[in-house]
């Protein structure tokens, strides 16, 4: 048997299944593509999570996009992260191009245009479909994390919340939380103590501080009502096809830690939701992250034990996480080993330390008799990539170069006005868009310190009426004596005396 025939056969048999599978593209070897010898991945492993890595300029949006229409097209709903605001094209049908239909001829499958049913979100002032959490559903052990608190930090949040349920206090926004950090630190300081536990002046200082750094990056505008039903991202249209819900995030990149707030929350939502899963043969919800980075790079170290837990724990709810990135290096080792298909393109080796990186990401993938691994990484093509998934029994496949298939939507954004007109028709603009600022944890705490404060200057008076009462009154003889006018009769009476008697004041003073 040929290098060619072996190569054919090991592709054509580690890439079929017996389920549902998504057709990525078709094999390449020694730089040219085989027709028909085509890759696919299992549907029912796309929870098993992805790695989407490579240069910029050599497709990655794009391998993104396709990954996004062939789940929509089997009824599986998907969460994109637009960082870079270039994925609403999925809304509105493709435009045929020759170099498209070669493409896919050589694939083995026809190229036609499609659109997507689409949702945009936002959690800034984007305009969108707005996404909002409360602070209560956060809870204090994860709110802890997100700020980044020591233990001692983090027990004073316990406190906080558990002040707030034991008096029905709601806590759904920023400045709930705030107020009554600053209630048990004065007007309640006393209460606390004696119902909770000591409370530090400094560690309050220190979580209002983390919390006003969230906050300028935009995290006010996200805590709050109405919070967001994970449900909503699991919707089909009535052609059956999964909704692809554009949360545009490309006004973001300077605001990591919401970015980290918002997924965080997502995350914990979407397991504390759903059920656990069973071998139902398809994922419930893929959610893909452009510019990964984002998330890792400015992360506490408990931020980043969170995320990795939720990885690791969030596959049994049948949810997928995909991470699109420029180097796999970006993605921390214990998430990276979570990650089942791995699509890797193009990555250059301007100098020994890109080198020394590359050959560190080949090891990262199965071995192979028929690619120099560290070589082909800095050969791709646009649109080229290897590739290696899990097979139905969670077995990796063979490493394989692939020419990827052409997105049926359109590869650019959508104008101004079709923005317009997909907001115009969305059901959830009007469901969550709505500002709700309803009595909480601020307003009743404010009426409390108010009507202490009116309490205390009532007990003032009270005081001051008292002190007025104990005093003992003074005879007629002392109101006289004491007047002002007596006095100073009395002064200029001596002072005659004085003078009759012929001593002069000097005189009498020298003589004391």
């Not at 998504?22 to 992805?50: C, W, Y």
């Not at 967001?228 to 089909?236: A, E, G, K, P, Y």
């Not at 699109?324 to 979570?338: E, F, G, I, R, Y």
């Amino acid at each position: 048997m040929s290098k060619f025939e072996e190569f054919y056969a090991l592709i054509d048999k580690g890439y079929k299944f017996e389920g549902d599978s998504v057709l990525l593209g078709t094999s390449m070897l020694d730089g040219g593509a085989i027709e028909e010898n085509q890759v696919r991945a299992p549907l029912k492993t796309f929870n098993r999570h992805g790695l989407i890595a490579g240069a910029t300029g050599t497709g990655k949006t794009k391998t993104l996009q396709n990954l996004a229409e062939r789940l929509s097209e089997n009824g599986v709903p998907v969460l994109l992260m637009d960082i870079k605001g270039d994925l609403s094209g999925l809304a509105k049908p493709g435009t045929d191009h020759r170099k498209i239909d070669e493409r896919h001829q050589k694939i083995g499958t026809a190229w036609k245009p499609q659109s997507y049913p689409t949702e945009l979100l936002t959690i800034s002032e984007q305009e969108g479909v707005r996404l909002r959490a409360t602070i209560s559903e956060f809870g204090p052990v994860l709110l802890s994390k997100i700020l980044g608190l020591n233990e001692t930090q983090g027990g004073i949040v316990a406190i906080v919340f558990k002040f707030c349920d034991d008096h029905r206090l709601p806590l759904l926004d920023i400045k709930d939380f705030r107020k009554v950090l600053q209630y048990i630190s004065d007007e309640g300081k006393a209460q606390i103590e004696r119902d909770y536990g000591y409370v530090s002046a400094s560690s309050v200082g220190a979580i209002m501080r983390r919390l006003l750094e969230i906050e300028e990056q935009g995290a006010d505008r996200f805590f709050g009502e109405k919070s967001f039903d994970i449900d909503d991202l699991r919707r089909v249209d009535e052609e059956g096809k999964g909704y692809v819900n554009i949360l545009r995030l490309d006004d973001i990149q300077s605001k990591p830690k919401l970015f980290s707030t918002f997924m965080l929350c997502l995350l914990a939502e979407v397991y504390e939701q759903l059920p656990e899963q069973g071998d139902t043969g398809r994922p419930e919800l893929v959610i893909f992250i452009d510019e990964a980075h984002l998330i890792f790079d400015q992360a506490s170290k408990p931020l980043l034990d969170q995320i990795e837990t939720m990885v690791k724990l969030i596959r049994s709810k049948g949810v997928g996480l995909f991470f699109c990135t420029q180097n796999p290096t970006d993605v921390p080792d214990a998430v990276l080993s979570q990650l089942g298909m791995k699509i890797q393109h193009a990555l250059r080796a301007f100098t020994a330390k890109d080198r020394k990186a590359i050959k560190l990401t080949a090891e990262n993938y199965p071995i192979t008799d028929f690619y120099k691994t560290d070589e082909l990484l800095t050969q791709l093509g646009i649109g080229e990539a290897i590739i290696t998934v899990l097979n139905e029994k969670g077995i990796p496949t063979p490493l394989v170069h692939t020419l990827l298939t052409a997105p049926s939507s359109r590869m650019d954004v959508i104008t101004e006005e079709e923005k317009k007109e997909i907001l115009n028709s969305s059901g959830l603009v009007e469901k969550y868009n709505e500002e709700i600022d309803r009595e909480s944890a601020y307003e009743m705490l404010s009426n409390k310190i108010e009507e202490l404060d009116d309490e205390a200057d009532e007990e003032k008076k009270k005081e001051r009426k008292k002190k007025v009462k104990r005093r003992p009154e003074k005879s007629t003889f002392e109101v006289i004596a004491n007047h002002p006018i007596t006095r100073m009769v009395v002064r200029e009476l001596v002072r005659g005396l004085l003078g009759v008697l012929g001593v002069p004041t000097s005189r009498r003073r020298r003589r004391r």
